[in-house]
């Protein structure tokens, strides 16, 4: 069945980085995009972004551009979002989710950023 | 950027009851419109698709309905495991937006 796993729940330092991975499944990787959606503590869903599976051309909504990179392993069929320069306000769930419908998500990955 | 107004932001209801949740556009946006159900730590799951599509597996009792800028999301009759949060989504133009949320309680 279409999957995708994302990698394990990080803790980070202020001004660090992060990688975080989301492997699909059960589908051909490069006939959807793949979106990444931010879910901070106790708040709702925004939209980050997506990548185009085929030329790895990223998007960014306002306000992810700088520190947020999308980048691509087609190989290994897997799309990572890296933070860079982490801050407090970073601390939040991070999910992929497929094609534009954004079906289906991968399980989360818990992302805090504390001294 | 299309903005999404979801209301009620929450709403009480008992088992059996009928509730309805919308959501409203800035601009049109076709039915480029899904719904999407989140519980507690889980991720959200795809309820309806271009607004009004049932997704495979989504008991009948969830509906979907609207285009343009007009929205809603029907529940029949609620049950138990229907209490959670709901939000739409807009995929007709990035960036793409959801609504605030609206939770659901007993």
């Known amino acids: 069945q279409v999957q995708l796993v994302q990698s394990g729940s990080e803790l980070k330092k202020p001004g660090a980085s992060v990688k975080v991975s989301c492997k699909a499944s059960g589908y051909s990787f490069t006939t959807f995009g793949l979106n990444w959606v931010r879910q901070a503590p106790g708040q709702g869903l925004e939209w980050m972004g997506w990548?185009?599976?085929?030329?790895?051309?990223?998007t960014y909504a306002q306000g992810f551009t700088g520190r947020f990179v999308f980048s691509l392993d087609t190989s290994v069929s897997t799309t990572y979002l890296q933070i860079n320069d982490l801050k407090a306000e970073d601390t939040a769930v991070y999910y992929c989710a497929r094609d534009a419908v954004l079906d289906p998500w991968g399980q989360g990955t818990p992302v805090t950023v504390s001294s | 950027d299309i903005q999404m107004t979801q209301s009620p932001s929450s709403l009480s209801a008992s088992v059996g009851d009928r509730v309805t949740i919308s959501c409203r556009a800035s601009q049109g946006i076709r039915n480029d419109l899904g719904w999407f159900q989140q519980k507690p730590g889980k991720a959200p799951k795809r309820l309806i698709y271009a607004a009004s599509s049932l997704q495979s597996g989504v008991p009948s009792r969830f509906s979907g309905s609207g285009s343009g800028t007009e929205f809603t999301l029907t529940i029949s009759s609620l049950q138990p495991e229907d209490f959670a949060t709901y939000y739409c989504l807009q995929h007709n133009s990035s960036p793409y937006t959801f609504g605030q949320g609206t939770k659901l309680e007993i």
């Open positions: 990548i185009n599976t085929i030329t790895g051309n990223p």
